[in-house]
């Protein structure tokens, strides 16, 4: 995969992508020899894969971009990316519960959470003993999570929570959730607020388990708050930020989108040409036709763009930029690419493609997820735009 990306100040890139480098040929070896191994049998079993995630979170990629005094590897945006690449490049599965525990579930802690909150809640979550979930959505709140309908009740030294939450990564698997709730209604964004609540917690329960057309080995399911009571030391920010940090964790969220697409469409590429330089027709090797040697360019061009894009994002966010519109054109363009991608793959495969002797197929269904989940295409395009249009920079009439 490739390894330019754009960081101001040569001296520091020249060092930074030794290392940048060194953490996605380790996850590689990882990602290629372990993770690889049970991907197909996980995708028709979905098993869960809690083994390959509690080695990753030995190998420190469960927490990467926490602090080490909380038990992460303070690595930078970059390396996140490059690791998560290679991780989704073998299981599309695995993938998508590193990325919310660590664009997510992590991040919210870290950034809005108390020294008591990331004592508590950090370690297990970096180590991978501990898997993590965001509950954001609802059966009628998706791209509009201000409609949402779950209250959280002051009542004495807490609070009681009462609401369904929808379409959960790692609902069913995850130890520790961040739930967003209502506590104030009249106040619309700025009265949803969020916490952080264990499986174990009385009134708290998995509902739903889906079952889906990709990403099947990652559990995907309703949350179910019956008066379950949450102390006010559960709390995340301060009441009436639960919107703000939701919305500030998915731009990191946008990203490791991005990057799964990216480790996705490099799998369904490479499988591709593995697949045209050994496909013999017409007396010889389907890659010399011309029709598919410039298919074979598209498409290289486009992981390529898509590739420029997240890593972008992901050094903007690095040098403390405010980088929500250049994260959610990565998440825009890359899960689209990685659905033309996939696509292509499959077709290239002919008949084979079809079939799940080979693992272009598994490719095709696990991307179709990707420009829907953390915001659909829909949703990015408004965040572009109403980004572009308010900025003051911009010519106006
Ligand atoms: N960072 C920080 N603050 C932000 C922000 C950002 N990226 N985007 C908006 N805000 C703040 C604004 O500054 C504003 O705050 P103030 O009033 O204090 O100025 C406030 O939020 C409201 O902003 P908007 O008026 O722009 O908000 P909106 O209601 O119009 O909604 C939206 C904007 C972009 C449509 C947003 O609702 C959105 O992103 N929707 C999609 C939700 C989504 O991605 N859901 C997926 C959930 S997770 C998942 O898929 C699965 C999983 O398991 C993880």
């Known amino acids: 995969?490739?390894?330019?990306?754009?960081?101001?100040?040569?001296?520091?890139?020249?060092?930074?992508?030794?290392?940048?480098?060194?953490?996605?040929?380790m996850v590689r070896e990882f990602s290629?020899?372990?993770?690889?191994?049970?991907?197909?049998?996980?995708?028709?079993?979905?098993?869960?894969?809690?083994?390959?995630?509690?080695?990753?979170?030995e190998l420190g990629l469960m927490g990467m971009m926490v602090p080490p005094e909380y038990g992460g590897q303070d690595a930078d945006t970059i390396s996140y990316v490059l690791a998560l690449?290679?991780?989704?490049?073998?299981?599309?599965?695995?993938?998508v519960v590193m990325s919310v525990q660590n664009s997510i579930v992590c991040e919210s802690i870290n950034r809005f959470g108390t020294r008591d909150q990331k004592e508590?809640?950090?370690?297990?979550?970096?180590?991978?003993?501990?898997?993590?979930?965001?509950?954001?959505?609802?059966?009628e709140a998706g791209s509009d999570p201000v409609g949402q309908s779950t209250t959280a009740v002051r009542d004495g030294e807490g609070y009681v929570l009462n609401?369904?939450?929808?379409?959960?990564?790692?609902?069913?698997?995850?130890?520790?959730?961040?739930?967003?709730?209502?506590?104030?209604?009249?106040?619309?964004?700025?009265?949803?607020?969020?916490?952080?609540?264990?499986?174990?917690?009385?009134?708290?329960?998995?509902g739903n388990?889906?079952?889906?057309?990709?990403?099947?080995?990652?559990?995907t399911t309703d949350l179910i708050f019956e008066d379950c009571r949450v102390p006010s030391e559960n709390?995340?920010?301060?009441?009436?930020?639960?919107?703000?940090?939701?919305?500030?964790?998915?731009?990191?969220?946008?990203?490791?989108?991005?990057?799964?697409?990216?480790?996705v469409a490099q799998a369904a590429f490479d499988a591709a040409i593995k697949y045209i330089k050994n496909r013999k027709q017409f007396g010889q090797s389907i890659s010399k036709f011309q029709g598919i040697r410039w298919k074979i360019a598209d498409m290289a061009t486009d992981i390529e763009a898509a590739r420029q894009l997240m890593f972008?994002?992901?050094?903007?966010?690095?040098?403390?930029?405010?980088?929500?519109?250049?994260?959610?054109m990565a998440k825009l363009f890359a899960s689209e690419m990685v659905n033309r991608i996939t696509a292509s793959a499959l077709q290239l495969h002919g008949g084979y493609g079809f079939i799940k002797d080979y693992p272009v197929e598994r490719f095709y269904r696990d991307a179709r997820v990707f420009t829907i989940y953390e915001g659909t295409s829909e949703i990015q395009r408004v965040v572009i735009s109403n980004n572009i249009l308010k900025d003051k920079r911009v010519p106006q009439g």
């Open 163 to 206: 609401g369904d939450k929808r379409f959960i990564t790692s609902g069913q698997s995850s130890g520790t959730v961040i739930v967003t709730a209502k506590t104030d209604e009249s106040k619309h964004h700025k009265g949803i607020s969020a916490f952080v609540v264990t499986k174990g917690t009385p009134g708290f329960k998995v």
């Open 209 to 219: 388990v889906e079952d889906k057309l990709g990403l099947r080995a990652s559990d």
């Open 32 to 57: 290629r020899k372990v993770v690889a191994q049970t991907a197909a049998e996980r995708d028709k079993t979905k098993a869960f894969p809690k083994s390959n995630l509690k080695k990753m979170g």
């Open 312 to 328: 972008l994002a992901a050094s903007m966010k690095d040098r403390g930029e405010k980088f929500t519109t250049q994260a959610s």
């Open 85 to 95: 690449s290679e991780i989704a490049y073998s299981c599309a599965s695995t993938a």
């Open 235 to 263: 709390r995340l920010g301060a009441e009436g930020d639960g919107f703000k940090i939701a919305m500030t964790c998915l731009d990191c969220g946008r990203i490791g989108i991005a990057a799964q697409s990216i480790g």
């Open 1 to 25: 995969m490739g390894s330019g990306f754009p960081v101001k100040g040569a001296q520091l890139l020249y060092k930074l992508a030794n290392e940048q480098l060194m953490i996605q040929s």
């Open 120 to 139: 508590k809640y950090l370690p297990p979550l970096a180590s991978g003993e501990v898997i993590g979930a965001f509950a954001l959505t609802e059966p």
